[in-house]
C-alpha cells in the first residue's frame, strides 16, 4: 500500500519546521514533500510535463510565496483537467479577507488560517490529518 503524500507549500523555514513538527507530533507520519516557493510548487505538478503519480492526498498550500504566489499556484492546479480535483487546502498566516474571497473562488477545499499559539496550531494539524487523510474520500483518479 502506497503511503500518501503531503506536498508543503511553505517558504519560510520556521512555518515550515513549526507544521513538520506538528504532523510528526500528531503521529501524522505520511511522506511530506516541500516546495519552498510557488516555481517549485508548479514543477511539483508540471515539470515533467505530467503530474506526479501517485498526487499528493494533500496539498497544504501558503499563499505568500516567492516567484509564483498560492493564489496562481492554485488556479494554474485547477486550470488543468489532471489535477482539477486535487485537494488544496490554504494554509496561511494571511488575514486578508481578498484572500479568502480568492482562494475560494479559485477552488479551495479550505482556508486555514495559522494560529500563533503552539497549541492551537498544533490542534488544527491534528483535525487537518484526521480529516483529509483518514476520513476524506478523493476523487477516484487521484486515490493512491
Known amino acids: 500500500m502506497n503511503r500518501k503524500t503531503i506536498l508543503l507549500?511553505?517558504?519560510n523555514p520556521d512555518d515550515e519546521a513549526l507544521t513538520l513538527r506538528a504532523l510528526r507530533n500528531n503521529n501524522i507520519l505520511n511522506d511530506v514533500t516541500v516546495a519552498h516557493d510557488g516555481q517549485e510548487a508548479f514543477d511539483y505538478f508540471f515539470g515533467n510535463g505530467a503530474p506526479p503519480s501517485p498526487a499528493p492526498a494533500l496539498v497544504l498550500l501558503d499563499l505568500k510565496l516567492p516567484k509564483?504566489?498560492?493564489l496562481e499556484v492554485l488556479r494554474l492546479i485547477r486550470a488543468d483537467q489532471r489535477?482539477?480535483?486535487q485537494p488544496i487546502v490554504i494554509l496561511t498566516s494571511s488575514r486578508e479577507e481578498q484572500d479568502v474571497v480568492s482562494g475560494y473562488r479559485l477552488g479551495a477545499n479550505s482556508y486555514i488560517r495559522k494560529p500563533v499559539d503552539f497549541a492551537q496550531f498544533m490542534d488544527a494539524v491534528k483535525q487537518l490529518g484526521l480529516y483529509w487523510l483518514v476520513l476524506n474520500e478523493p476523487a477516484p483518479a487521484l486515490r493512491n
Request: charged share 35%.
Open 9 to 11: 507549500v511553505e517558504d
Open 68 to 70: 509564483i504566489d498560492g
Open 83 to 85: 489535477t482539477c480535483l
